[in-house]
């Protein structure tokens, strides 16, 4: 006989719930109902078919005309035109509410230039079907969505029905979202065709149709979002409100059940005929982001769904807490390919299915030429997300690679979506070709060190490069072309060593600067780049590239996240971890076009450079877990690069010199200690940290008061940069 625990979770509310599956159907007769047709026309300049009445009334709707989904099925339709105002609208018995289009990308028909096909003229669906207000998420080209509020809505329950057109325009896919009262997004892919009065509910987000249905809705505000998924012209035609007996009750989780023996769990919720549910777990009930199944389907008819057995999670079932929530109904997509010697990495939109996504035999490896590896082992690297391939023998270096998946499929059983085969290129390692330094972090490796204007906005004063290298010549006159003319000597630019900097942020095209390092290779100001630049060049016979790669008010708790640290400690991956190692890729992989003059030489990455750690100790929280977090950082790069003794030096967050608030105090400790032999034996001899609290400059002697930027002090940037290349070179091989 099993052992049995029962602990029952505290009760959370679902947040939002997507409808699968059509349920409960109504008669109409015996409910109130609004329906309500949205229209837009097409061009309308003098002598354009828009401009004729009689191809105004295609798009529009008799009252008497009786029309609508099973169960909506009514006639008392309202013409509302799709632009921005406040409309009044009658139920079917006479109840009455305000309807507002809040936003809009525009209006349109079908067709812009000319009616849809006479034979559906006398059609109603086909019309209501015709013209709608579109949305779009577009940040390439403007986002607006749909947005619709209707208040005083008189039901205490209530379904809605949104009918959607689209354009013959149509650009790029027929996808579109729609979110209602502030739940989950619903996904949908719209029927694409000239409407011909053809019903078809979209009950699957990746099966075509125009309407959905959403039930058990309530409140007397319907707030109401539509989008495309990008400027691909498709919107609500209309919508239906039906009195209904029944809404949703909160979720709540009612039974949680442990059977020790096998260690499995069964959760029991309050739930409603049709939806779908996600489950969440999470240890000591901190973010809900692993997935225990991303789509389970409520009971079909009781009020009550159960789920499971299902293996604990954790290490601990007793400390495993549950949620019920939105699914997610993404079908998954490969993001990111990646891999160096004997692994592969596959990172997805969504989680995989173990039973396809760790089957060696659904990959297939091929080099450039032809040869195939052999795929030994699959397994989750962090998450159900990203999975590690092991390959029998090395990876090829500096070549192509293409990796074929076959049969993934993710945790609700959608099916990879898009291309199946992923492409990478591994790095070199040519010890005798360009040392390569990767220089990564916020707005102060971005870097504000002043060349020419120092205190007071004064050409030449202090603070800036040009009053060092007039003042300070021992130490600073070698940065210039004339020594002997500091005052108006040009800056020396060095050939044996070259930067290269993607200054784009997410979203954006290139946007690169390059050449012989100087202090104005990339504008104005430098950053640490440059003092790191001259003081690894100055000790090494081979020609070096630093890799800029930083963007201002990034953190390493959220901006920066590494995959090592959402396994530990929750959270998602940060996009500008990726994008960083995106950008390394994209230099590497084209270093001969980059740089003509380094062609045939290959290149080895000699070292990681971080100045990071502003906006992380703006709050304790983070500051908190910087440590663990830049221990994660450390350890998930020198995987990235197949290096597992990869220098790193790291320039301390040291604003303000010895005098550190709370949180910043707590974060320059964390990265003094990821320095510490004794902390982190691991680290002995590999992880540098310049402690840059002696840099600071009051603002007294620098160009500007700016403390959360050095003062924009030219010393404190050189001095950081050159004390971070000083520590590199202590751990690199003579």
């Not at 009514?74 to 799709?82: A, F």
């Not at 290298?469 to 600073?476: H, K, R």
């Not at 590494?562 to 992989?589: C, E, F, K, M, N």
């Not at 994660?632 to 010199?657: C, K, M, Q, Y």
Request: aromatic fraction near 8%; charged fraction near 20%.
């Amino acid at each position: 006989m099993h052992l049995r625990t029962r602990r029952v979770t505290r009760t959370l509310q679902a947040t939002g719930l997507c409808l699968k599956l059509s349920a409960l159907i109504l008669p109409a007769t015996a409910q109130d109902l609004f329906s309500v047709n949205l229209y837009g026309f097409g061009r309308q300049n003098s002598g354009d078919v828009w401009a004729q009445p009689a191809a105004q009334e295609t798009v529009r709707v008799d009252s008497g005309d009786e029309i609508g989904a099973p169960g909506f099925t009514s006639s008392g339709w309202q013409n509302v035109k799709g632009k921005p105002g406040k409309s009044n609208i009658s139920s079917a018995l006479g109840s009455s509410a305000t309807l507002r289009i809040v936003q809009r990308r525009n209006d349109s028909p079908y067709l812009w230039t000319n009616t849809r096909s006479a034979a559906t003229h006398g059609i109603p669906t086909a019309s209501m079907l015709d013209g709608k207000i579109h949305g779009t998420f577009d940040p390439g080209d403007g986002s607006l969505q749909a947005i619709m509020e209707i208040t005083d809505i008189p039901f205490e329950a209530y379904d809605l029905a949104v009918y959607f057109g689209v354009n013959a325009g149509l650009i790029g896919n027929a996808r579109g979202r729609i979110r209602v009262n502030g739940e989950a997004e619903r996904r949908f892919t719209i029927l694409d065709s000239e409407p011909d009065g053809e019903l078809v509910e979209m009950t699957d987000p990746d099966e075509p149709g125009n309407y959905m249905i959403i039930r058990g809705l309530s409140g007397s505000t319907l707030h109401l979002d539509a989008y495309g998924d990008g400027f691909n012209h498709l919107g609500p035609a209309g919508i239906q409100i039906l009195a209904s007996d029944r809404a949703r009750e909160p979720i709540e989780i009612t039974d949680s059940v442990h059977d020790r023996e096998t260690d499995e769990i069964t959760l029991t919720w309050t739930s409603f005929p049709g939806d779908m549910y996600g489950i969440y777990w999470s240890p000591e009930m901190e973010e809900f982001a692993p997935i225990i199944n991303p789509a389970v389907p409520a009971h079909e008819s009781d009020t009550v769904t159960t789920y499971g057995p299902f293996p604990s999670p954790g290490p601990d079932a007793t400390k495993a807490s549950f949620r019920i929530g939105p699914p997610n109904l993404d079908p998954p997509e490969l993001e990111r390919t990646w891999g160096n010697g004997d692994t592969i990495r596959l990172t997805f939109s969504e989680p995989i299915a173990p039973d396809s996504g760790l089957d060696p035999a659904n990959y297939v490896v091929q080099r450039d030429g032809g040869s195939f590896a052999t795929v030994e082992s699959a397994e989750f690297h962090c998450d159900r997300n990203t999975i590690v391939l092991t390959t029998t023998e090395p990876l090829d270096p500096d070549a192509d690679h293409t990796v074929t998946m076959n049969n993934l499929k993710d945790l609700a059983g959608y099916p990879l979506d898009g291309p199946n085969t992923g492409h990478f290129r591994t790095w070199d390692d040519n010890p005798d070709g360009v040392r390569v330094f990767i220089l990564a972090g916020q707005s102060n490796m971005v870097g504000r060190g002043r060349v020419e204007i120092g205190h007071a906005g004064e050409a030449g004063a202090i603070g800036s490069l040009r009053y060092l290298a007039v003042n300070d010549p021992d130490n600073y006159a070698r940065l210039l072309a004339n020594p002997a003319e500091p005052a108006s000597s040009s800056w020396l630019a060095r050939d044996d060593v070259k930067l290269w900097w993607n200054r784009a942020d997410l979203g954006q095209g290139p946007n690169i600067a390059k050449g012989n390092l100087g202090p104005q290779t990339v504008g104005e100001n430098f950053g640490p780049e440059y003092g790191f630049g001259w003081a690894v060049g100055d000790q090494t016979d081979q020609p070096v590239l630093l890799i800029k790669s930083c963007w201002g008010g990034k953190s390493l708790n959220y901006d920066f996240r590494p995959p090592s640290a959402t396994r530990a400690r929750g959270g998602d991956v940060g996009a500008y971890y990726w994008l960083l190692l995106d950008q390394v890729s994209q230099i590497l992989h084209n270093l001969s076009s980059e740089f003509p003059e380094w062609d045939g030489l290959g290149y080895h990455i000699a070292g990681f450079g971080w100045h990071q750690g502003w906006n992380d100790s703006l709050n304790q929280p983070p500051a908190d877990e910087y440590e663990a977090n830049l221990v994660d950082l450390i350890n998930d790069l020198r995987e990235e690069f197949d290096n597992p003794d990869l220098p790193i030096s790291i320039g301390a967050t040291g604003h303000g010199g010895s005098d550190q608030p709370g949180p910043r105090a707590t974060l320059v400790a964390a990265q003094l200690a990821v320095a510490d032999p004794e902390l982190y034996p691991a680290f002995a001899g590999t992880v540098f940290t310049a402690d840059t609290r002696p840099f600071w400059r009051e603002g007294s002697v620098s160009p500007v008061n700016d403390g959360s930027h050095w003062n924009n002090n030219a010393e404190s940037f050189f001095l950081i940069g050159d004390a971070m290349g000083a520590g590199i070179l202590g751990m690199l091989e003579p």
